[in-house]
Nanobody
Framework: QVQLVESGGGLVQPGGSLRLSCAAS????????MNWYRQAPGKERELVAG???????NYAGSVKGRFTISRDNAKKMVFLQMNSLKPEDTALYYC?????????WGQGTQVTVSS
């Protein structure tokens, strides 16, 4: 059974940093995309960043230059380094795995940016 577990969220002041982690388990394939999505209250879930199996990345325009996605294939983990955080980054952040054999989500980790 595939599981995705996020961690690293919390309360941070504007301009601060957080590093989110997502631990995946329950499979052996390395052929999958890993993405971070977020959803703020009253808004639709949006793609924040994604990374392919061979390390190609893409970012939403609103986070480009501030966020960095990375992955450790051996440990089946994906990370989101978030710098220069803004109040508008406040949301529930979800880890997402996409492949030909499975698509699923973690339970989310809350990020709140506030003074």
């Amino acid at each position: 059974q595939v599981q995705l577990v996020e961690s690293g969220g919390g309360l941070v002041q504007p301009g601060g940093s957080l590093r989110l982690s997502c631990a995946a388990s329950g499979f052996t394939s390395s052929a999958y995309f890993m993405n971070w999505y977020r959803q703020a209250p009253g808004k639709e879930r949006e793609l924040v960043a994604g990374i392919s199996a061979d390390g190609n990345t893409n970012y939403a325009g609103s986070v480009k230059g501030r966020f960095t996605i990375s992955r450790d294939n051996a440990k089946k983990m994906v990370f989101l380094q978030m710098n220069s955080l803004k109040p508008e980054d406040t949301a529930l952040y979800y880890c997402n795995l996409q492949s030909s054999w499975y698509t699923g989500w973690g339970q989310g980790t809350q990020v709140t940016v506030s003074s």
